[in-house]
């Protein structure tokens, strides 16, 4: 299903619930207004508080010089690496695709060190997914595993989870909902949740997952670590009864596991019983975009490495993700499109990255840019660019710009590289 907006509402890019329902009150192409949006939405809609300059070598320049200056150095690198993505639209991901094969780059994004594995699963049917509009219509048990949409997508619960009404929801989350919340502390999250709140230690994750499935099979959970078993059991009761089961997988329980095997061995378990769904709680705006059109492509969802000229060889694994090719010093130059990795790799890693030219395509100015040989600036999607997304549950919504620039979008500068190539 695409989501086309009504022409009164704009759509927000803070993070990948992408909220269509948003309006705001524009003055000689500034907004000065708005509404609906969550507080990370509204700093997300007003744009940065850094915008970014075109510049080669720290010298403010035309942006012409800038994309010459950035196919320069593609064109001279053996190989080069392509990283980001998350925060552009599916058009800007798809020409990055088709950069990548012309200079025969590694291609990878912020999911290979987090949901990646979640997606992969969904990707492969290994897990049954479903719409975040299902949730709303029919969902009546709702789990929070090490995630806390409450910081990280506010409107999470309002819009599509525990407290609207829905088709089969009419009574709401005082009769009609029951929401449970896993994690290692109580957060904003866990509070709503009240007694249904699940306190787990440190990395215990796993070994909650075997005691549920022991719980839900019948049997005396038996929880290494001390924790009441007949509140294990009492889960696994909520569980099994659900008409339409959502659990909303965070990094919190991704971080805590070696692979997704205790997951899909849990949904497994949920779905002979009863009626059980997962969404990962994917963070930056088209993540899953990115995720998304490389499988589409390729097979895979990030770290690939594409064969210069030869348009259909394309390699996979571990070794092409930007830890290990940074670590094992394989790239010799880095295009960075809408993300800061110098601001979270490890130090060792980045320092290979501070050592090769790195390009920077971004609306705001960030680490990674400062530290940048060339930076080109970028329209901000949703604000001043439009385009498509895919939202954390799949959907594909498409945005208009709200705001005319003369700043180019991701997918103009990536054209303008390709042909500068
Ligand atoms: S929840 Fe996410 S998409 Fe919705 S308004 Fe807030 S930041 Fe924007």
């Keep these: 299903m695409v989501i086309l907006l009504n022409e009164n509402y704009h759509v927000c890019t803070g993070c990948a619930l992408l909220c269509d329902d948003i309006e705001v009150v524009i003055d000689a192409n500034v907004i000065t207004e708005i509404k609906t949006a969550c507080r990370k939405g509204v700093s997300r809609m007003k744009g940065c508080n850094d915008p970014m300059s075109p510049t080669v070598e720290g010298q403010q320049v035309d942006i012409d010089v800038a994309i010459g200056a950035a196919a320069d150095i593609l064109k001279n690198s053996e190989s080069p690496l392509i990283f980001g993505l998350g925060n552009s639209t599916d058009g800007a991901q798809k020409k990055a695709i088709e950069l990548a094969k012309h200079i025969g780059a590694i291609l990878d994004d912020t999911s290979s060190f987090c949901q990646g594995p979640t997606l992969e699963a969904i990707f492969n049917d290994k897990i049954k997914s479903c719409t975040l509009d299902d949730v709303r219509n029919k969902a009546d048990v709702i789990v929070y595993w090490g995630a806390d949409p409450s910081n990280s997508h506010p409107r999470h619960l309002s819009k599509f989870s525990y407290f609207p009404r829905g088709q089969e929801r009419q009574r709401g989350w005082e009769e009609d909902r029951t929401m449970i919340s896993i994690d290692i502390r109580k957060s904003h999250t866990a509070k709503i949740s009240g007694d249904k709140f699940h306190q787990i230690p440190l990395q215990a994750d796993e070994e909650f997952i075997d005691a549920l499935i022991d719980a839900l099979s019948g049997k005396v959970p038996k929880v290494p670590f001390e924790y009441d078993p007949k509140r294990i059991l009492e889960l696994a009761n909520i569980m099994k009864n659900a008409r339409f089961g959502i659990i909303f997988v965070g990094l919190g329980l991704v971080y805590s596991l070696d692979n997704m095997d205790p997951i899909v061995k849990l949904m497994d378990k949920l779905n002979e019983l009863s009626n059980f769904h997962l969404i990962p709680m994917v963070g930056h ?98 604000v001043e660019c439009g385009g498509s997304a895919i939202r954390m549950d799949g959907e594909e919504v498409m945005f208009e710009p709200i705001i005319e620039t003369t700043t180019l979008s991701d997918e103009e500068i990536l054209t303008r590289i390709m042909e500068a190539l």
Excluded: W
């Excluded at 996979?316 to 940074?326: D, M, N, R």
């Excluded at 394989?330 to 601001?343: E, N, R, T």
């Excluded at 060792?348 to 609306?363: G, K, R, S, Y």
């Design 285 to 382: 705006y088209n993540m899953r975009g990115f995720n998304q059109n490389l499988f589409n492509e390729t097979g895979h969802l990030n770290r690939v490495k594409f064969e210069k000229g030869n348009n259909t060889k394309v390699q996979h694994g571990a070794e092409f993700s930007i830890v290990e090719s940074l670590n094992e010093k394989k790239v010799d130059a880095a295009l960075i499109i809408g993300s800061d990795p110098l601001s979270s790799l490890p130090r060792a890693v980045a320092d290979h990255l501070l050592n090769i030219p790195i390009i920077t395509i971004d609306p705001c100015e960030t680490f990674t840019s400062r530290k940048a040989k060339v930076t080109i600036p970028s329209a901000l999607s949703g």
